[in-house]
Structures are given as C-alpha cells and as structure tokens.
C-alpha cells in the first residue's frame, strides 16, 4: 500500500485498522504522523457541540451545487452517491477527521472518486464527457488568488509559480483530453490523477512551511 | 597610506562585519529509537548526516540577527525552526544547518531555497522544497519522499526504498535505486534511471513533457512498458514482446515486453505524454 493509497483509504479505518494498513503505518512515519494527527482531532470532536454537525440540507445543498456545476450525476435509487457516503462517512471514526483535512485534499479526492466510483459504464458508452474538477478551486483559491497570495508573501517566487501552473495546467489538459478519448484507458485515468496530485502539491507547496 | 593599503583595511572591515553578523549555534538533544526530527529553514540548507549514538546535534549558522532559531523536544521528536524577524529576506534570512541524526531518526526537511541533502541512514526521509536542490544518498530499508517545485533531485544507492518523488519542473535522477516502490511523478521535468530495477518491485516514472531515460544492464529482469502519447519511444535491449498489453502498441509510440527471468522480474512502468522514452543498455566496463 502507498502512502496515497493509505490517505485515501484512511476514510475506512474504523476502530482498528486493517492490516494492510497498520503494516503501512508501521514503516512510514510521514503517515502514522498524520493518523496520529486525525486521532487527536477526533479525540477532540466530542468537545464539540453536536449542534455544530452539519445537517442533511448542507450535504444535500453541496450536492445539488456538485450535479449543478456538472461534477457529479444524479445517482439510481439503489446506489449511494458521493455526498451520502460522505455524509455518513461525517459519522465514522474518521469523520470529523475527514472534515477537517485541507480543502486542497478534499477536492481532489472528489474529483477522483467522482471519476472513479460513479461513472456507470453506461455513461461511459454515452460517451458524455468526464466530470471532474478541473475548474474547481483547490483551497477556495483559483489561480489568480494563489499568484496573488505568492506576490504578497515572497515576490521573488511568483515567477516560478506561474510557471508552474502554466505547466501543470496544460498537463491537466492534455491528460483530460486523452480519458476524454478513451474513457476506459486505465492508465491515462491514473495520468489524469497524477497531473491533479502534481497541481495539489503546487497549491501544497506554496502555502506550507516552505513558502517564507 | 598607499591605496592598496586602504583596499585591504576595508575588505578587512567587511570581513570582519560579515563574520560578527554570522553567528553559529549548537543544540543537542538526547533521544530514543526512531527518533522524529523535523527542520524547517525557508532560507538555507539543511544537511542531514549519521551520528554516532542517541544524540540529535543541530549546528546552525545564522547569516544575521534579523533570523532566530526555534528548538523543541516532545518526547521521541525534535523540532527546529528558523524563524525570520521582521525585515528578514533571502539573504539576511539564511540559515544554514548541518544536523547530525541517529540512522534509524525519521528526518522531515523543509526549505525553499537551500540545498537538503541526507546521508547514510535508514530511517523515513521526507524532503519538500520550492527551488531547493535534493539530494540523497547511501540509504537503506526507508521511505523516501520527495517533493520539489523546480529543484533538481538526485537520490543515488537507496536500497530497499519505498520511494515516491513528486517534482514539477525539476530534473530527477535515480542511481542505484531500489525497492518494492519506487515512484517519480514530474510535470516538465525530465528523468533519468541508472540501475537494475530490483528484483521484485514496481517501477512507474512518468513525465507530462519531459525525457524519460532508463540505463539498465542487460541482465535486468523486469516487465516493462513504456508509452509516449506524442512522442517517441527508443528500445536498445531485446523484450520478449507481450500478446496483451493494456493499452494499443503504436510503433514508435509504444513497446511493452519481458526481459531476463520473467519469474523474479520488477513491474517497470514508464510514461510520458510529449517526451521522449529511451530504454538504454548500459556499457560494460
């Protein structure tokens, strides 16, 4: 199991683990250093007030704004769709975990599972064009916002940064272009991922530790 | 006074002023096995090398006032942090750390312009940086994570690594890397590969628009498939092509096969989009 394999799973860890898992975060202190990090938000979760939990209307809210914008469909009655898994994900071991984690993360794992788990493959044969999160912000920041973020912190990066995502950019183009293609291509879905982890770690990088 | 004489006295001056601006600093911390040790620097390098007991050494070399040096010990982890004052900037922000870790220390680097550079250990290396240089080398059963923006990463002997390089527009080499995981994901940059790829691992490297060139001995035994969308793919050793592959073999675009004993053979993916793919015997000696 990878590191990526193991945070995008961490929201099926209920109250162990399993042992796929635990030997992961046995060997990778990187990644025990940020279960560690979650236990402690979840240690914290009941302090807060259960008034505070977002009701059913918000998820049902950010899914009709998801179906709106095209990112995810509408579902069969018998299939869960991405906002009820998440909404009773909010309820896991993990859930207030999962609400905390970066909205950087959070989007692009959307995007993934969005692309992952709910295209049917009737759609696929429909041959209607993939929903992903290109044009949405990582971070509730565009572009524009995170340059203008850089310019305000360090100058002397802001030329670096832009480009960056120039590039970044054209390879979310052009890795979108070839699922567009050939929407069954395994591996152009995992280059489309990849090109989206490569501009989260863009956004990562210039708002961590490392931006002075 | 002759004017060479006034020359030497100023540049005497100068030195002298630069070297009460540099200020050196020593912390020690005494830890346990697998110790945690964390160094973020914006401006500076961070080299990490073995020491010989349970002791965390952290020299620092401060360029000026206008940065201080942040420590702390939880239990098993040791934080370093430079922390720039008002005013501070590139320059008068520089720290320079040479840290010296037990080899089973876990060590996570942050920098945005200094050189990180690691040595002769076994325990995780985590290293992220803007523009900083990467390099690392004589590692061994560890986890190796690497993100850079535009820094060059060169990881040279990792054995038995689980290692995952994520760099956008910087060049990556790999020499004598090893392990059941070995990852580079690049935007622009290109990337090189001088090795045996194991004998049971999986090998992906994959590049947007740059270069992707393995330097393998003839002996490798390894699956290997390599895919350029618009650009060219050049084999230079024979593979017992496959009957099904995953994807359409385009000549010139594509090659998947099996080298040497298919039984103890690594997984060796290799992918770019507009770059060039080039599968190299290496010369023997």
Redesign the interface.
Known sequence: M??VELQQSLAEIENGSTAEQQAHLR????CS?LVEELALIIAAAPALLEAEEPSPRVWNSIEIQLRQEGLIRPQRANQPSALSLAASASRSRWGWARLMVPAAALMILIGIYVNQRFRTPQQLVKGQPLAITSEANIAGLNDDELLQEISNQ?P??RA??A??LR??N??IA??KR?VDADPY???ARR?LM??Y??KS??F??AM????? | MSGRTIKLVALSVMVAGTLLAENRKEYRFNVGPKASVSVNNPYGSISVRPSSGNTVVVNALLHSDKVEVDNTQTANRVYIQSHLLPGADANSGQVDYEVLVPTDASITLHSSTGQLYAEKLHGDVTMEGTASPVNARDLSNAHVHVKTLNGAVTLRNVQDGHVEVDSLSGEVTLNGVNGPLVQVVSTSGNIVYIGDFGSSGEYRLTSHSGDIEATIPETTSADVSARSVRGEVHDDIPLQPKTHTSFVIQQGRAFAGTMGRAAVSSTVVLRTFSGKIHLKKRADK
């Open positions: 990878t590191c060997t990778c202190s990187s250093a360090s002397a990066l670096q940064y480009d960056s590039r970044v054209d390879y052009d890795a070839i291509d395994e591996e280059s990849e090109a982890q490569q770690m863009l990562e990088l961590d530790r490392s931006l002075p």
